[in-house]
């Protein structure tokens, strides 16, 4: 009950209306990011949570307004008490005002909670928060203002920038940082990641602005992403600097009110030092995609995309020259965003001796094959290759003894294999097949894992089947796999013989992959 006061909280909060300044500071269009799309910086903010659309700003600070919030009620500019330590500066980035922090180590007026430091921060603007499954960018622009340089000798104080941070915990997702001549993230330490250092000395973008964006999916286990880019000056776009995938990003302690907001401004500098920074364009903007229902990825294909019934030329049957001859209802379906390429015309000699030459193995994008080095192709149903058709192979392994059914062999498998189109990804959610094998004495236990990590584990339980030539189906829970954003390969194995002697037989009559392919953010 406790988290679903939070999420009611977070979604039930009132519209907050953003004021912005001159349209200088407002960029209709962004350049495009290596893996992103551009994305519309509205002059204003008038968003609820709930109603976010991908792209949707969620907050823009321009400073416009001459001030040190920005105009904009909730926004904090520092807890330092000296009255410079926070103060608008002329020009800005883009426009005419910016903020400017300051901070001079060991003087008291610039000592606020807890440190010697001069913040901004959002914590008090609810809409702003972010919580477990919230995708969103982070931008903010910083000018290191006649930043002192490192000597050889000096304290090696780190100087925080910027911070994506969390109530309730010391510890903090992200910290952009300076040691040194250098700049680099800092995560947390839970997390047991080391620093990276995303620019190695500083010293000639002193006094310039230096473009930041950070794109993360907050999760509280390690299906998150976080990627940190940097636009320095003289660069015509983002450069990606550092990409976390399969990533915890949100360490959720369970606390009541527990959330995520941001914080700008200066942290921490060598003793007896000046620092002052100023920021400018501070941003973020909604990456969670529209909601899409799960549905049939790929699925029904097997024969056509793997001639290995064959001897000699094959031609792909006409049904399946193309992604949009397959239909959705009857479970054969290629997705609109994998990569689909018609399989050629090939000869491919299904023998041992002499071996099949690989080259002549050219099969259709997505495709369908066994382990060719223990099993064998044993048959089909119908005259020809198609939908209807069966993958029927043999020679799975016999078991050792008897009483003493095969174990599971890594070498032994049917594989399945999709990719995305370029500016996609997947989330899975299930996998399912109808199988059959030769009688009572052949394979039983079914197994699927993927290439996602290389194999290593199984995707859900085992599954075993009692039913022998009576096509049986099979399902395997995927919804682990989430943010796949290139090929994989799919292996369904089979085991459990109890015959000592024999060709084991175990077909497949169909599957179905299913799930999301959803844009990259």
């Known amino acids: 009950m406790k988290k679903k006061s939070i999420y009611l909280q977070k979604y039930m909060v009132l519209a907050i209306l953003f004021l912005a300044g001159s349209c200088s500071k407002v960029q209709n269009g962004l350049t495009n990011q290596t893996d992103g799309k551009s994305l519309s910086i509205p002059k204003m903010g008038n968003i609820l949570q709930s109603g976010l659309n991908y792209g949707d700003t969620i907050l823009n600070l321009t400073y416009e307004s001459g001030t040190t919030n920005s105009g904009i009620t909730g926004i904090n500019p520092t807890n330092a008490t000296a009255s410079d330590a926070a103060y608008v500066v002329s020009p800005g980035e883009t426009g005419d005002y910016a903020i400017a922090h300051k901070i001079i180590q060991g003087d008291p007026g610039y000592y606020s909670d807890g440190n010697y430091r001069s913040e901004s921060d959002a914590d008090q603007l609810p809409v702003t928060h972010f919580y477990p499954g919230d995708e969103r960018r982070y931008e903010v622009s910083v000018l290191l203002?006649?930043?002192?340089?490192?000597?050889?000798?000096?304290?090696?104080?780190?100087?925080?920038?910027?911070?994506?941070k969390l109530t309730g915990l010391s510890e903090v997702p992200l910290q952009i940082r300076t040691q040194r001549n250098a700049m680099l993230l800092r995560f947390a330490i839970a997390n047991s990641v080391p620093n990276v250092n995303i620019l190695a000395d500083v010293r000639p973008y002193v006094n310039q602005w230096?473009?930041?964006?950070?794109?993360?999916?907050?999760?509280?286990?390690?299906v998150g992403y976080m990627k940190t880019y940097m636009k320095l000056p003289g660069q015509?776009?983002?450069?990606?600097?550092?990409?976390?995938?399969?990533?915890?990003?949100?360490?959720?302690?369970?606390?009541?009110?527990?959330?995520?907001?941001?914080?700008w401004g200066l942290y921490v500098a060598p003793a007896n030092v000046t620092r002052?920074?100023?920021?400018?364009?501070?941003?973020?903007?909604?990456?969670?995609?529209?909601?899409?229902?799960?549905?049939?990825?790929?699925?029904?294909?097997?024969?056509?995309?793997?001639?290995?019934?064959?001897?000699?030329?094959?031609?792909?049957?006409?049904?399946?020259?193309?992604?949009?001859a397959y239909n959705n209802t009857t479970n054969v379906y290629q997705h609109?965003?994998?990569?689909?390429?018609?399989?050629?015309?090939?000869?491919?000699?299904?023998?041992?001796?002499?071996a099949p030459n690989p080259g002549d193995n050219v099969v259709g994008t997505p495709w369908s094959d066994f382990s060719r080095s223990t099993l064998t192709a044993a048959g089909m149903s119908g005259s020809t290759p198609g939908p209807s058709g069966r993958y029927l192979l043999g020679s799975w392994a016999n078991a050792p003894s008897a009483g003493t059914p095969s174990p599971f062999d890594a070498t032994e498998y049917y594989a399945f294999y999709?990719?995305?189109?370029?500016?996609?990804?997947?989330?899975?959610?299930?996998?399912?097949?109808?199988?059959?094998?030769?009688?009572?004495?052949?394979?039983?236990?079914?197994?699927?894992?993927?290439?996602?990590?290389?194999?290593?584990?199984?995707?859900?339980s085992p599954v075993t089947i009692s039913g022998t030539t009576t096509p049986t189906a099979i399902s395997?829970?995927?919804?682990?796999?989430?943010?796949?954003?290139?090929?994989?390969?799919?292996?369904?194995?089979?085991?459990?013989?109890t015959a000592t002697s024999g060709s084991m037989l175990v077909g497949v009559n169909d599957f179905q992959v299913n799930g999301q392919v959803l844009p990259n953010p």
């Open 276 to 324: 002052i920074a100023y920021h400018d364009n501070i941003r973020i903007i909604n990456l969670n995609q529209p909601t899409t229902a799960p549905g049939l990825i790929w699925g029904n294909s097997v024969p056509d995309a793997n001639p290995a019934y064959l001897d000699g030329p094959y031609t792909i049957a006409s049904n399946i020259t193309n992604a949009t």
């Open 418 to 460: 999709l990719e995305p189109k370029s500016g996609y990804y997947f989330n899975f959610t299930d996998i399912k097949f109808t199988v059959l094998r030769g009688n009572t004495t052949h394979p039983n236990t079914f197994v699927l894992r993927s290439s996602v990590d290389n194999f290593a584990t199984n995707i859900s």
């Open 210 to 222: 230096i473009q930041l964006r950070v794109d993360v999916k907050w999760a509280s286990t390690a």
């Open 145 to 164: 203002k006649d930043w002192t340089p490192w000597n050889t000798g000096d304290p090696v104080n780190e100087t925080n920038i910027f911070q994506l």
């Open 236 to 263: 015509s776009d983002y450069v990606l600097v550092d990409n976390k995938t399969n990533y915890l990003t949100y360490n959720d302690n369970n606390t009541a009110g527990q959330h995520g907001y941001i914080k």
């Open 476 to 497: 395997f829970d995927a919804s682990a796999l989430n943010n796949v954003s290139g090929p994989v390969t799919f292996r369904l194995y089979a085991y459990g013989a």
């Open 336 to 354: 609109p965003n994998i990569k689909y390429q018609a399989a050629q015309n090939i000869v491919y000699t299904n023998s041992t001796s002499p």
